[in-house]
T-cell receptor
Framework: EAGVTQSPTHLIKTRGQQATLRCSPISGHTSVYWYQQALGLGLQFLLWYDEGEERNRGNFPPRFSGRQFPNYSSELNVNALELEDSALYLC??????????FGSGTRLTVV | SQELEQSPQSLIVQEGKNLTINCTSSKTLYGLYWYKQKYGEGLIFLMMLQKGGEEKSHEKITAKLDEKKQQSSLHITASQPSHAGIYLCGARERNGGSQGNLIFGKGTKLSVKP
């Protein structure tokens, strides 16, 4: 069974640009969670999607947004990139009695 | 909002020694998860504890949940270099129900000296 897959692995953007990150959950998992892990700040909850709806949002500005598609894959968009958005972005899906399964992440670097 | 505090923040142990990492919640725990992370990589699921007093073991790692104290501990016996990494505890936010998002502690960085 394939795990949670994230793409791209690395992304380099210029300040002010937009970044799009993608996540495919484990087959059959309907909930997708996005997290930001910036240096020194720990793992911060960003967004939770379930059945195509946003269920909860962390303490992040509106320029962090996303969506979930009918096949349960998800997209995280970060607009007007700032230098402090540089971080590892992790996606997780839930199901199967094994807790939350995480992908390997997308390393976003804003220059 | 709920917060998780982990201690210690970092730990250096000699190979073969035992160690304990603690995770304390500011609010009632509704499930506690332990993960391990290699630097810059995704999280590897270790254990999930859901009931007060519950204790689970896998290989040389044991986790316990003390619901009354709103605390969990992770104990590694006879540490090996392969145990090195960042250990994170996570708890589900109450308002999310059984599928709610996890919040995490800041992690404990473990180094094991051969």
């Amino acid at each position: 069974e394939a795990g949670v897959t994230q793409s791209p692995t690395h992304l380099i953007k210029t300040r002010g640009q937009q970044a799009t990150l993608r996540c495919s959950p484990i087959s059959g998992h309907t909930s997708v969670y996005w997290y930001q892990q910036a240096l020194g700040l720990g793992l911060q909850f960003l967004l939770w999607y379930d059945e195509g709806e946003e269920r909860n949002r962390g303490n992040f500005p509106p320029r962090f947004s996303g969506r979930q598609f009918p096949n349960y894959s998800s997209e995280l968009n970060v607009n007007a990139l700032e230098l402090e958005d540089s971080a590892l972005y992790l996606c997780a899906s839930l199901g199967g009695g094994y807790g939350y399964t995480f992908g390997s992440g997308t390393r976003l670097t804003v220059v | 909002s709920q917060e998780l505090e982990q201690s210690p923040q970092s730990l250096i142990v000699q190979e073969g020694k035992n160690l304990t990492i603690n995770c304390t919640s500011s609010k009632t725990l509704y499930g506690l998860y332990w993960y391990k992370q290699k630097y810059g990589e995704g999280l590897i699921f270790l254990m999930m504890l859901q009931k007060g007093g519950e204790e689970k073991s896998h290989e040389k790692i044991t986790a316990k949940l003390d619901e009354k104290k709103q605390q969990s501990s992770l104990h590694i016996t006879a540490s090996q270099p392969s145990h090195a990494g960042i250990y994170l505890c996570g708890a589900r936010e109450r308002n999310g129900g059984s599928q709610g998002n996890l919040i995490f502690g800041k992690g404990t960085k473990l180094s094991v000296k051969p």
